[in-house]
Each structure stands twice: as structure tokens, then as C-alpha cells.
């Protein structure tokens, strides 16, 4: 059974920074290719990176290319979000995301709040 579990949300102020992690399990995680994803209250969940099963590959959202960078750690099937530079619409519950076999798989969801 897939299992993604997000940590790292806080509250953070303007131009802060925060890491992200999922840590995954139940399936073969060096095999998957891995994604970002976000909700704000109100709106649509939205792509945030993707990144590939080696991590050589990645894709960012124009809202956050040059700000976050995805990353991963096969041995330790984990992924990773650093978000630098932090503005107050980057507010939303940011998600874990995989497909195994045709089958997408989420997490529950780590809750990143900017202000001051």
C-alpha cells in the first residue's frame, strides 16, 4: 500500500525559508517519478515540481522556478521541497504526489503558512 507522509509545514515570514519532506513507502520509490503539489483555500490544487525517478529531471511551476528547489533521496525514499524567498501566496497545504501502476497516490498534506 502506497504511503506518503509530507512534514516540514510551518508558519514563516516574508523572504523566509522552509524544507519539505515526504516520506515514502510501499512501493519501489527510485522506480517513481515524484511531484509537488499545492492547495490555497479557495482554489484549485496546483502543480508545484515534478522531479524524475534518478533526479536528474525536474519541472517547476513559473510561480516558484528560481525559489523552490525539488530534490530526493532514493536511499532513504524520501523527497524534498526547499522553498526560499517566501511570499505570502506560497500559503497553501502542499502535497506529496506519485502514480504507481495508473494509480495516483497522495499524501495528507503539510500546511505552509506565510506572514508576518
Known amino acids: 500500500q502506497v504511503q506518503l507522509v509530507e512534514s516540514g509545514g510551518d508558519l514563516v515570514e516574508p523572504g523566509g525559508s522552509l524544507r519539505l519532506s515526504c516520506a515514502a513507502s510501499?512501493?519501489?520509490?527510485?522506480?517513481?517519478?515524484m511531484s509537488w503539489y499545492r492547495q490555497a483555500p479557495g482554489k484549485e490544487r496546483e502543480f508545484v515540481a515534478r522531479?524524475?525517478?534518478?533526479?536528474?529531471?525536474?519541472n517547476y511551476a513559473d510561480s516558484v522556478k528560481g525559489r523552490f528547489t525539488i530534490s530526493r533521496d532514493n536511499a532513504k525514499n524520501t523527497l524534498y521541497l526547499q522553498m526560499n524567498t517566501l511570499k505570502p501566496e506560497d500559503t497553501a497545504m502542499y502535497y506529496c504526489y506519485t502514480s504507481t501502476a495508473g494509480f495516483g497516490s497522495w499524501g495528507l498534506g503539510t500546511q505552509v503558512t506565510v506572514s508576518s
Open positions: 522531479i524524475s525517478p534518478t533526479g536528474v529531471g525536474t
Open positions: 510501499g512501493f519501489t520509490f527510485r522506480f517513481n517519478a
